[in-house]
């Protein structure tokens, strides 16, 4: 299987982004393929042996749209040259200007005469003394404004002819219609001067006008929303200081290598991700992880390329290029949430997949109904055409891909990386947050604080416990080794073999076949030696939220070492704002219920689950999920993987540069809980957005369509003209782009 993206032009609403996803899902060998209209992007996987991007290519153009593989290493560089919206946007703006003017003189031509009080006209233009003169005027300015939509014509008919029709089927047939009809008016009126009051250009004329108006703000709504990526992408600098023989070389970013060492001056952005080699200075990450407060970076410290240095100057080793790079992850992270369609987008996909030839049928249907009713062929056309353009589903399938795009946007600048328009939509729903201890709620940087032997020194204690401990890799035994070194052992025990037993600790032999087991009781348990004797202080330690780690040497248990990781500041607050948000919190731990009921005391959660073996936690979470919740599981992936991934969200917390980004569904760049309640906020606030959007967009179609039918007509006398009936539409859209960008100012 591949995965894929391509750039498809030409398509212009929800109905050509669902024929393209239609045509595509139909080939042979594709998993799944889904349109992303706003950015105008195809994701598809599918099995290589079966398919190739050219065949994809070709069924996209026979559909009647272009299609270009994007591929290439993703680099920021090579991504920000191809774009290429911003000279469309420019052209299209000019066009526009040209159709404007010469619809206001349209207007003016062709309605100045039927007001009340005359507007001045040349006599030679009159509708009563020269009506063909009036008509052939009008004619002579719709043509160009007709040329200038001629997209709408072009791809219109073309979808039709290809059996999928589109919004531009809707324009172009309206139009079309109008037009021919004002035509063979016009060579009717040296016969039949009354017929100068049938005639519809300006109609045909002002709907492309204000379609193309519509969509030239739409289009500049969309480019703002994906402000947020293109922020990112400019945080990397084009140039940076190269040092080599000892001299410094301005040189392009992309040229840079892993092992270069550059010079970055106070102010100057870093390019890429490196660790200090020498110098001192505080950076600004918040670009990039959202925190506010500039952090202290001196030699050995990690930079993450697109941070400021805000004062010192910094010899930074470049250890990570191109696509590996922090900055390159946080922006494919947001692209793929961006391209990967939210469950609640699908209803109105369906529906803006059958629209439009629904629309064409209820158009001929209302037009027929009002012939039959005795109504003149004029009105009848009037019915026809305003059905057509007001009922385009445009709006639609806006209203959820533009929301996802400026809230995963919103979510990236506050450090908050959601994995995709499901994680997104999923998440307000979470009830539960089930929060892992070490690493998570605690600093997981564990200290020892106690020291407790009846036969052996601390030194001693320690030394015994330090090798087994050096060969492994758990937060506890980094306690224990942080300590030794401290108190300057080398570790030259000889240890022969060596066991981790998950959730309990380290079993190992020396040289000369003595047992020596460092864990917890259940440790001892499992090994039959008693805990007896120290009890009392085993009880003591817990109870002060402390990790009692025993250490027992050929047997016989010799001491206890207390060890402590420090609360995070920011747990307590985390816990108390996800509580206002009405959701439960549980702690979730290996380590021994006294300790865990401590921590849980002081951050205040609602549940403690303690003594859980690293295999057994993602079972507690299927357990919480069985009694109907939906749980969001946060951890720091060290061994809470499984959870993660059985969560209905899985939530990695990380800090800086090393994200675990693999199993998460939501990657926290800060290493801060508060971020938790934020992500929850956010994805509550962007479903909102949707479903306002997808609400509005609903009620406007079948409020819309009824109306310019003429069902309030025989009562009320009220009928939409075509041209209000492309405003209503373009309004729309630029309502529903216009919401989505609301959420940019929320705060989260
Ligand atoms: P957590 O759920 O906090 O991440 P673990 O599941 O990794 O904790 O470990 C649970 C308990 O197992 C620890 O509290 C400790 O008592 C014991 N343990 C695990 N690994 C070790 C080790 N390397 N040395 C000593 N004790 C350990
Ligand atoms: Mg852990």
Redesign the pocket.
């Known amino acids: 299987m591949k995965e894929e993206s391509y750039k498809i032009g030409g398509m212009h609403c929800a109905a050509c982004s669902s024929a393209v996803e239609r045509v595509t899902r139909k080939l042979e060998g594709v998993e799944r393929s889904d349109v992303n209209l706003p950015l105008n992007r195809m994701t598809i996987v599918y099995d290589e042996s079966r398919l190739s991007p050219d065949k994809i290519i070709s069924k996209i153009e026979k559909a009647g749209f272009t299609a270009e593989l994007i591929n290439g290493d993703g680099s920021i560089s090579q991504r920000k040259t191809d774009d290429s919206s911003d000279k469309a946007l420019i052209s299209e703006r000019r066009e526009l200007v040209v159709a404007c003017i010469l619809s206001v003189i349209l207007l003016y031509v062709s309605m100045g005469s039927m007001m009340v009080s005359h507007l001045p006209l040349p006599e030679i233009l009159s509708m009563h003394s020269h009506p063909v003169n009036f008509a052939m005027f009008q004619m002579l300015l719709s043509v160009p404004i007709m040329f200038i939509g001629r997209r709408f014509f072009i791809g219109g008919f073309r979808s039709l002819i290809n059996k999928n029709p589109n919004m531009d089927a809707l324009v172009a047939v309206s139009c079309t219609a109008s037009f021919l009809f004002s035509v063979v008016t016009t060579f009717q009126l040296s016969d039949n001067p009354g017929k100068v009051h049938s005639l519809y250009y300006e109609s045909a004329a002002i709907v492309i006008t204000l379609v193309l108006l519509g969509k030239h703000l739409e289009s500049n709504s969309k480019e703002k929303t994906k402000s947020a990526i293109v922020k990112l992408m400019e945080l990397t600098p084009d140039t940076a200081i190269l040092i080599r023989d000892n001299r410094q070389w301005e040189v392009p970013t992309e040229t840079l290598k892993v092992g270069d060492i550059v010079l970055v001056k106070p102010g100057a952005k870093i390019p890429l991700d490196g660790i200090v080699k020498s110098g001192e200075g505080s950076v600004n990450e918040a670009m990039l992880t959202g925190e506010s407060m500039p952090v202290e970076k001196a030699a050995g410290s990690e930079v993450i390329g697109g941070s400021i240095n805000v004062s010192g100057a910094l010899y930074v080793e470049i250890t990570r290029i191109g696509q590996d790079t922090t900055l390159s992850k946080i922006i494919k992270f947001v692209e793929d949430a961006q391209n990967k369609k939210a469950p609640i987008s699908k209803v109105a996909d369906k529906v803006a997949g059958i629209f439009v030839p629904i629309v064409i049928a209820v158009a001929l249907l209302s037009a027929a109904v009002w012939l039959a009713a005795g109504e003149s062929f004029a009105f009848a056309l009037k019915i026809f055409t305003s059905v057509l353009v007001i009922a385009c589903p445009c709006a639609m399938g806006l209203a959820t891909p533009t929301a996802i795009i400026v809230g995963t946007g919103l979510g990236a600048s506050h450090g908050i990386l959601i994995r995709s328009g499901e994680a997104l939509e999923t998440t307000h729903k979470t009830n539960v947050v089930v929060l ?4 998570t709620v605690t600093e997981g940087k564990p200290r020892v604080t106690e020291i407790v032997s009846d036969i052996l020194s601390d030194s001693e204690l320690i030394d015994i416990a330090f090798a087994a ?1 050096s060969l ?1 890799e ?1 937060p ?2 980094k306690a224990i080794a942080d300590e030794a070194n401290s108190r300057g052992f080398l570790n030259e025990k000889a240890i022969a073999s060596f066991e ?1 037993v ?5 079993k190992a032999f020396t040289k000369e076949g003595q047992p020596l087991c ?3 009781i259940r ?1 001892m348990e499992s090994e039959g030696i008693s805990t007896e004797k120290y009890a009392s202080d085993i009880s003591r330690l817990a109870g002060h939220g402390q ?1 009692p ?1 025993l250490v027992a040497f050929n047997g016989i248990l010799c001491g206890v070492i207390g060890v402590a990781d420090t609360v995070k500041d920011t747990s307590k607050e985390a816990v108390e704002k996800l509580r206002a948000m009405g959701i439960k919190t549980v702690l ?5 219920r006294a300790a865990a009921s401590y921590i849980g005391g002081i951050i205040g959660t609602d549940d403690v689950i303690a003594e ?3 295999g057994d936690k993602a079972a507690v979470i299927e357990k919480l999920q069985q009694d109907g919740s939906t749980v969001m599981m946060v951890g720091d992936g ?3 993987a499984p959870a993660l991934a059985m969560a209905d969200i899985g939530c990695a917390i990380g800090s800086g540069s090393d994200i675990a980004i693999e199993s998460a569904d939501i990657v926290l760049m800060k290493n801060n809980l508060t971020d938790v309640a934020g992500a929850i906020k956010l994805s509550r606030l962007t479903i909102r957005n949707i479903k306002q959007n997808l609400f509005w967009a609903f009620c406007y179609n079948t409020l819309g369509i009824p109306i310019a039918a003429g069902v309030l007509y025989p009562k009320f006398g009220l009928l939409l003209s075509p041209m209000i009936g492309a405003l209503a539409m373009s309004l729309s859209s630029v309502f529903v782009v216009t919401n989505a960008l609301r959420l940019r100012g929320k705060k989260i």
């Open positions: 892992d201890k070490t690493g401990e492994s758990h506890l035994a981790n998950p959730g309990m600790g380290i460092v864990g917890n440790l990790t780690m979730l731990t290996g380590d021994n859980v073996l690293p060290i061994n809470d």
